[in-house]
């Protein structure tokens, strides 16, 4: 079995023990959004940043996609270098780098998507306030897609929206303008 002490990576040209670096998330905007052990605790050790980012994000293929889109960059740094320059407090306008799209008054960013519910769409879209919980009527999203047959109806809880990315062609009803 290898053993985490044994291992180097090369961080700005020089083997540093792997047990003494974290991957860190890097926002757009400069800022730390996130860090992790190098070594996940079951034999795995994260020695690129692509299995870096799939290991944060859960494998999920949509999220890491839009990650990227995103211009998140995973970095080795040591621990030393991590707690000396922090987390989480990022004060740019808009935050993160990136804008949010609101949605239209009288809408909400929702999801048909449940943990427990099979094919997982990793989606969000725009729909009226009034879809939400609507087992009726099957509520088109403001791009036009409706819910499969048997989806469960629009939720805005967070358990459902966690890993969900937003669907691009709602923002864009919504006046959003992309560079
Ligand atoms: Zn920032
Ligand atoms: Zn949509």
């Known amino acids: 079995m290898r053993t985490l002490s044994s291992i180097y990576l090369e ?3 020089k083997p540093v023990k792997a047990s003494d670096l974290c991957w860190i998330v890097r926002a757009k905007c400069g800022c730390i959004d996130g860090a992790m052990t190098v070594d996940r605790g079951d034999g795995d050790v994260l020695i690129t940043a692509e299995l870096a980012r799939s290991s944060m994000l859960g494998g999920i293929k949509a999220i890491i996609e839009r990650s990227i889109e995103d211009g998140e960059v995973y970095s080795l740094i040591t621990w030393d270098q991590y707690r000396a320059e922090g987390f989480g407090n990022c004060t740019h306008e808009p935050k993160w780098g990136i804008v949010k799209v609101a949605a239209p008054t009288g809408q909400v960013w929702a999801t048909t998507d449940r ?19 609507d087992y009726g009527v099957q509520h088109p999203a403001l791009c036009g897609s409706k819910p499969t047959r048997i989806a469960p109806p629009w939720s805005v809880d967070q358990n459902n929206l966690g890993d969900t990315v937003t669907c691009r062609r709602c923002e864009t009803a919504a006046g959003a303008v992309r560079p």
Request: zero cysteines; aromatic letters at 4%.
């Open 11 to 13: 961080v700005d040209g």
């Open 115 to 133: 943990w427990s519910h099979g094919r997982r769409t990793h989606k969000r879209h725009i729909v009226p306030e009034s879809a939400l919980g």
